[in-house]
């Protein structure tokens, strides 16, 4: 009796015991460049509903980078339990490398695995001057367009996309008149940075360029830390609804022990409180309440789907963005005429010299 | 069974050190540099050829190697002064100049990346003098050497520096006292003593270009075709996750790099040996 006793604390010691000596639970999340301030926000907020529910303090350590990048970085052996990334291909590709997760991961959560959607919004100069309302100005002679190269960037093969896609609908479908409006917007890019952020710093920081072509969220993050005497943001008519998604790592999550608070972790991006830090952070919520009580602050815009115009990631990443893809066909055939290639006019009135606008450059 | 393997030395201990150099040299440089031809060759042959040959990477390898190899030469002749000057005269500042030579290398490289593209472009302090007058320095090819000599500099300058300052200021009197003019002594004189440090400095300046990628991507634009330099098609593959073609590549540039720098030792070692002989 006794000594079943003994055994019984023993059994429970032994699990319980970790969780309660072994201090709190470490959770990683490998994340995209412009979600540094969100999951700082989530993870407080998180750290706290989990710590009232369960009483196991949770500490959640960031990681950030080009989505590409760090995707890479977790095929390699970053030890990520959730990744949180720019677009559902860099998960594809975790779980067709390393098969970290299954091939369904994004069937697993609400939403194609997406708490928050954004779009490609434009960023344009104080006043713009250049009068650019929408994607057809972008391919007017003399206006220079900043984006980054969409072989690298998560961000910049959305815009591309947006681009494409904008083209194809007012061309009913002519996929021919797309290439033409994508090559004619390319002609108009003077610089290729290779990440979302190194783009932001080229258009605010260095003063080239008209207009920054780059996620919603991004540009509001400018403008608020340039201020509204410097920058502008224009919403296009029709723009792509970017889903940057989200997903437990299975294999490394079980490793760590740490499945269920991933779990939990990645639903908590689902609820009331996760929907309203994702909307002050400018993603937009998909839970309708939240994106009522915020619909001020983003603006009215037709939003297609990858799915819908492009068949998926896999389909878009072959025909466009892997070697040898459209992408690079544009450049190639020199199908950017000499004509329209436009130097970089700087509007940017007066703050050419570098002030840290942009807390984090990216650096290679 | 050593006869052609070593010369006597009055220091003991040839072996050891020996086997440390080769130990040291296998572990720190062969066996990473192996690793990269092992992981290329993961991919099929064909798929490897059609990778290091694509349009888009030939043009990067004539970029790389043709901007590296001006901005070796211009930091030659540039070093060549900035030795001089550092070594023959004496001016009030002289330590600070010194010390300003190495600050290309302890310069993270991005940042001066940063810098000279926002001096360069179009509302840039030099850009907005230089654009007018139809000289584009920020997104071309010519900015992508400014970067690289900028970085060169300081291996010209050393390398070269005490070579100068061992030789005597005595040797020029006594070959102007014989007659000779002054271009004659630049020339039979200083330039022979030099000569092979130069061509030390002008490999590793080279060497250090043609790896050089920080400063390079923030004033190069990266335009395909244009101006995108070898290292930044080996990251772009890398983020395609097409590691064998990264890999393949890094070979490539590493095969052609190693011949240079062999080449360029040989004629260095030639010209010592000229120099100590006749």
Same mark, same amino acid.
């Given at each position: 009796?006794?000594?079943?006793?003994?055994?019984?604390?023993?059994?429970?010691?032994?699990?319980?015991?970790?969780?309660?000596?072994?201090?709190?639970?470490?959770?990683?999340?490998?994340?995209?460049?412009?979600?540094?301030?969100?999951?700082?926000?989530?993870?407080?907020?998180?750290?706290?509903?989990?710590?009232?529910?369960?009483?196991?303090?949770?500490?959640?350590?960031?990681?950030?980078?080009?989505?590409?990048?760090?995707?890479?970085?977790?095929?390699?052996?970053?030890?990520?339990?959730?990744?949180?990334?720019?677009?559902?291909?860099?998960?594809?590709?975790?779980?067709?490398?390393?098969?970290?997760?299954?091939?369904?991961?994004?069937?697993?959560?609400?939403?194609?695995?997406?708490?928050?959607?954004?779009?490609?919004?434009?960023?344009?100069?104080?006043?713009?001057?250049?009068?650019?309302?929408?994607?057809?100005?972008?391919?007017?002679?003399?206006?220079?367009?900043?984006?980054?190269?969409?072989?690298?960037?998560?961000?910049?093969?959305?815009?591309?996309?947006?681009?494409?896609?904008?083209?194809?609908?007012?061309?009913?479908?002519?996929?021919?008149?797309?290439?033409?409006?994508?090559?004619?917007?390319?002609?108009?890019?003077?610089?290729?940075?290779?990440?979302?952020?190194?783009?932001?710093?080229?258009?605010?920081?260095?003063?080239?360029?008209?207009?920054?072509?780059?996620?919603?969220?991004?540009?509001?993050?400018?403008?608020?830390?340039?201020?509204?005497?410097?920058?502008?943001?224009?919403?296009?008519?029709?723009?792509?609804?970017?889903?940057?998604?989200?997903?437990?790592?299975?294999?490394?999550?079980?490793?760590?022990?740490?499945?269920?608070?991933?779990?939990?972790?990645?639903?908590?991006?689902?609820?009331?409180?996760?929907?309203?830090?994702?909307?002050?952070?400018?993603?937009?919520?998909?839970?309708?309440?939240?994106?009522?009580?915020?619909?001020?602050?983003?603006?009215?815009?037709?939003?297609?789907?990858?799915?819908?115009?492009?068949?998926?990631?896999?389909?878009?990443?072959?025909?466009?963005?892997?070697?040898?893809?459209?992408?690079?066909?544009?450049?190639?055939?020199?199908?950017?005429?000499?004509?329209?290639?436009?130097?970089?006019?700087?509007?940017?009135?007066?703050?050419?010299?570098?002030?840290?606008?942009?807390?984090?450059?990216?650096?290679? | 069974?050593?006869?052609?393997?070593?010369?006597?030395?009055?220091?003991?201990?040839?072996?050891?050190?020996?086997?440390?150099?080769?130990?040291?040299?296998?572990?720190?440089?062969?066996?990473?540099?192996?690793?990269?031809?092992?992981?290329?060759?993961?991919?099929?042959?064909?798929?490897?050829?059609?990778?290091?040959?694509?349009?888009?990477?030939?043009?990067?390898?004539?970029?790389?190697?043709? %901007?590296?190899?001006?901005? =070796?030469?211009?930091?030659?002749? *540039?070093?060549? +002064? /900035?030795?001089?000057?550092? !070594? @023959?005269?004496?001016?009030?500042?002289?330590?600070?100049?010194?010390?300003?030579?190495?600050?290309?290398?302890?310069?993270?490289?991005?940042?001066?990346?940063?810098?000279?593209?926002?001096?360069?472009?179009?509302?840039?302090?030099?850009?907005?003098?230089?654009?007018?007058?139809?000289?584009?320095?920020?997104?071309?090819?010519?900015?992508?050497?400014?970067?690289?000599?900028?970085?060169?500099?300081?291996?010209?300058?050393?390398?070269?520096?005490?070579?100068?300052?061992?030789?005597?200021?005595?040797?020029?009197? %006594?070959?102007?006292?014989? =007659?000779?003019?002054?271009?004659? *002594?630049?020339? +039979? /004189?200083?330039?022979?003593? !030099? @000569?092979?440090?130069?061509?030390?400095?002008?490999?590793?300046?080279?060497?250090?270009?043609?790896?050089?990628?920080?400063?390079?991507?923030?004033?190069?634009?990266?335009?395909?075709?244009?101006?995108?330099?070898?290292?930044?098609?080996?990251?772009?593959?890398?983020?395609?996750?097409?590691?064998?073609?990264?890999?393949?590549?890094?070979?490539?540039?590493?095969?052609?790099?190693?011949?240079?720098?062999?080449?360029?030792?040989?004629?260095?070692?030639?010209?010592?040996?000229?120099?100590?002989?006749?």
């Amino acid at each position: 009796m006794k000594l079943t006793t003994i055994r019984n604390c023993a059994a429970v010691a032994l699990l319980v015991g970790p969780a309660l000596f072994s201090g709190p639970v470490k959770l990683l999340n490998v994340s995209y460049d412009p979600t540094r301030e969100l999951y700082q926000d989530i993870n407080a907020a998180f750290a706290k509903q989990w710590k009232a529910k369960t009483g196991v303090d949770v500490e959640i350590s960031q990681s950030h980078g080009g989505s590409g990048k760090q995707a890479r970085s977790v095929i390699d052996g970053l030890q990520a339990d959730v990744v949180t990334l720019g677009l559902a291909y860099d998960i594809d590709s975790i779980a067709e490398h390393a098969r970290l997760l299954p091939a369904n991961w994004q069937t697993r959560l609400p939403n194609n695995s997406t708490p928050y959607t954004s779009t490609i919004v434009f960023l344009v100069r104080h006043g713009n001057p250049k009068h650019i309302k929408d994607w057809d100005d972008l391919v007017r002679p003399g206006v220079s367009v900043i984006a980054p190269n969409p072989k690298s960037s998560g961000g910049a093969r959305w815009a591309y996309l947006a681009a494409w896609g904008y083209a194809l609908k007012k061309n009913n479908g002519d996929d021919r008149k797309a290439r033409e409006f994508v090559t004619r917007l390319y002609g108009n890019v003077p610089v290729l940075d290779s990440g979302a952020r190194g783009s932001t710093t080229t258009f605010a920081q260095r003063g080239i360029g008209d207009v920054l072509l780059g996620w919603e969220n991004e540009a509001f993050l400018a403008l608020n830390e340039l201020g509204k005497d410097k920058v502008e943001v224009v919403t296009p008519s029709i723009s792509i609804l970017a889903e940057p998604p989200v997903a437990v790592v299975d294999r490394i999550a079980a490793k760590h022990g740490t499945t269920q608070v991933a779990r939990a972790y990645l639903e908590f991006l689902y609820t009331p409180e996760g929907q309203e830090i994702g909307a002050r952070h400018y993603y937009r919520p998909r839970s309708p309440e939240v994106a009522a009580k915020y619909a001020s602050r983003f603006a009215k815009v037709q939003l297609f789907t990858i799915d819908e115009l492009f068949g998926g990631w896999q389909k878009a990443q072959k025909r466009h963005f892997d070697d040898g893809g459209v992408f690079d066909q544009i450049y190639l055939h020199k199908e950017i005429g000499r004509a329209g290639f436009n130097l970089p006019t700087s509007g940017g009135a007066g703050f050419n010299l570098p002030t840290p606008v942009c807390r984090h450059v990216f650096v290679a | 069974m050593s006869i052609s393997f070593k010369k006597p030395s009055i220091l003991p201990g040839f072996w050891p050190a020996f086997s440390y150099t080769i130990l040291y040299l296998s572990l720190i440089v062969l066996i990473p540099l192996s690793a990269i031809f092992l992981k290329s060759l993961t991919s099929s042959w064909s798929h490897l050829w059609q990778v290091v040959t694509s349009p888009e990477v030939v043009a990067s390898y004539r970029l790389s190697f043709g %901007a590296s190899f001006v901005a =070796g030469l211009v930091s030659v002749v *540039v070093g060549f +002064l /900035v030795a001089w000057v550092l !070594v @023959r005269y004496q001016f009030p500042g002289k330590a600070l100049a010194d010390a300003l030579v190495d600050l290309p290398f302890a310069l993270p490289t991005a940042v001066a990346g940063i810098a000279l593209t926002s001096l360069y472009t179009d509302n840039g302090w030099l850009g907005r003098y230089l654009v007018p007058l139809g000289i584009k320095v920020a997104f071309t090819p010519l900015g992508v050497m400014v970067a690289l000599t900028f970085i060169g500099l300081p291996f010209v300058v050393r390398s070269v520096q005490p070579v100068l300052a061992d030789a005597d200021a005595e040797l020029e009197e %006594a070959a102007a006292s014989l =007659g000779a003019s002054r271009w004659q *002594v630049f020339r +039979l /004189v200083i330039f022979p003593i !030099v @000569r092979p440090a130069l061509l030390t400095g002008f490999a590793l300046a080279f060497a250090r270009a043609l790896g050089e990628y920080g400063s390079v991507i923030f004033i190069a634009g990266n335009m395909p075709m244009k101006t995108e330099i070898t290292p930044l098609l080996i990251v772009t593959k890398l983020e395609q996750y097409d590691y064998a073609g990264a890999t393949a590549i890094a070979a490539v540039m590493l095969t052609a790099s190693f011949l240079l720098l062999l080449a360029i030792n040989t004629i260095e070692r030639r010209t010592r040996r000229f120099m100590v002989t006749g």
